[in-house]
């Protein structure tokens, strides 16, 4: 049974960091590729950024650039996303997931992704 277990999230005043974790169990972490998703409160799913199976690229969604960090490490089954300079547009739910399709180019659309986490809360005051 694959699972994909995040942490980290939580309340954080606007300019604050978070780092959120994921763990993956059940399938062989280091042949998919890895996203973090988001989605607020009445609007769609966003790929927020995206890295390679070997880590060797990643891809982040403009709003992000410069502010979130991911990273993976493959001998323990993790996923991490270190984020910076929170706004309180980052308000959200955070998932992870697990893909086949990434190019290196833009996160794969929410529908593709193969496993899916239960989500960590992440929620930025102003």
């Known amino acids: 049974q694959v699972r994909l277990v995040e942490s980290g999230g939580g309340l954080v005043q606007a300019g604050g960091s978070l780092t959120l974790s994921c763990t993956a169990s059940g399938l062989t972490f280091g042949t998919y590729a890895m996203g973090w998703y988001r989605q607020a409160a009445g609007k769609e799913r966003e790929g927020v950024a995206c890295?390679?199976?070997?880590?060797?690229?990643?891809t982040y969604v403009d709003s992000v650039k410069g502010r979130f960090t991911i990273s993976r490490d493959n001998a323990k089954n993790t996923l991490s996303l270190q984020v910076n300079s929170l706004e309180p547009e980052d308000t959200a739910m955070y998932y992870c997931?697990?893909?086949?399709?990434?190019?290196?180019?833009?996160?794969?659309?929410?529908?593709?992704?193969?496993?899916w986490g239960q989500g960590t809360q992440v929620t930025v005051s102003s």
């Open positions: 890295i390679s199976w070997r880590g060797d690229r990643t």
């Open positions: 997931a697990a893909t086949a399709q990434y190019g290196g180019g833009s996160c794969p659309q929410p529908h593709l992704p193969k496993f």
